[in-house]
């Protein structure tokens, strides 16, 4: 449980970094992304959860 809570803080403070740093940019970033085509946007969704994937595979197999 106590992973589970830090990955999650990780996680958030990654996430609000350029929220915080950077929001007009931020702004035309997700203008952008509200033009990509539905089918785009899975693909590169699932490209980031699979690559993910392979991150928490390899950090198990070194560490």
Do not use: C, H, N
């Not at 990955?7 to 033009?35: C, D, H, N, R």
């Amino acid at each position: 449980m106590e992973t589970i809570l830090l990955l999650t803080g990780l996680i958030l403070v990654v996430e609000g970094m350029p929220y915080f740093a950077f929001p007009s940019l931020v702004k035309k970033w997700i203008a952008q992304v509200l033009e990509l085509s539905d089918a785009l946007l899975r693909v590169l969704g699932l490209v980031a959860m699979l690559f993910g994937l392979f991150l928490v595979y390899l950090a198990r197999r070194i560490l």
